[in-house]
């Protein structure tokens, strides 16, 4: 790249690197568990570690093994993986003003790289200051952590018994706790994540199809509702 | 028949990521679209989360025996004292896998 200069990049692409650390820590037991699942569903080891390093997703890659393991038929693992996935539409709009200029190299490459994890670091809000290298230092890493996690999983999956019973489920909550809770700044957030939060156990407890995406936009609406109209300006 | 789901799955995801951010799909943002958009993360995050910590089996269960609940609550705390991710993450989790 010649837009920045190297030691520039260099030093936003390890920035990057070391926001993501927590959540690459954090993602470790969630990929283990990826792992042993996947050699428990019948995957080979190959297509084990070929779901963590081509579909780059934990959550679909987890509900769809459960499925491959009762097994669901193609278009039903495929009609779940759209429902799971489609939270990513909102990711990329929202970092679509940031990330769409870009040449086309860098546009494939940080939307593959777009999970959860680096849209929670990337995207703070202030679009004029989006810095790809950082994204990209952010991702990379995250995907290189993610990835050998699986290998252990595949490694341990035959070792360890009952992986699944561990409750390594709780890391994404801790994670995502960690991620939003400093978010809750003002009465519009607060609304915001009260509102995902009873809507998302509610539609889960009563097994809503694409209760997370109904609680998504239901808890936006409410957030940008009440900045708009309620409470201060956003 | 293992690898056209993962290669299926794959092409989904890669679609869902990057087909907003190609500039050719003629969409302009308002700054009213941006403001809604920007209750993206703590909206989607939060709903993620929210049933792995309520849920056990599927029904509520907001006993202070559900270590999934007691520990988020400990996380919440310690993110709050402390707005350090990493502390927060690992406290949580070597207390979880600890009472789990």
Redesign the interface.
Known sequence: MTDSPNSSAAGSFWRGTLAVMPLTIAVIPWGILAGSLALESGLSPIQSQAMSAIIFAGSAQLVALGMIKAASGLMAILVTTALITSRHLLYAMAMREAISPLPLRWRLILGFLLTDELFAIANQGKLAKFDPWYALGGGLSFYLGWNLATLAGILAGNAVDNLGSLGLDFAIAATFIALVVPRVKDGASLLCVLTALCLSVLCEALAVPGGLLIASLSAMAVGYGYSQWGGRKS | ??????????A???I????????KLP?R?GR????????????????????????RD???NLSPFN??LS??LL??V???LT?N??V???I??AV??FI?
């Open positions: 028949m293992i690898w056209i789901t993962i290669l299926a799955m794959a989904l995801v890669f869902s990521r990057y087909l907003l951010l190609d500039p969409i943002l009213r679209t941006q403001a809604f958009l920007s209750f993206s993360a703590p909206a989607v995050l939060t709903a993620i989360f929210a049933p792995i910590v309520f849920l599927g029904s509520l270590p999934y520990c988020a996380a919440t310690l993110v709050l707005r991710t990493l927060t993450v690992i949580s989790m979880f896998f789990h």
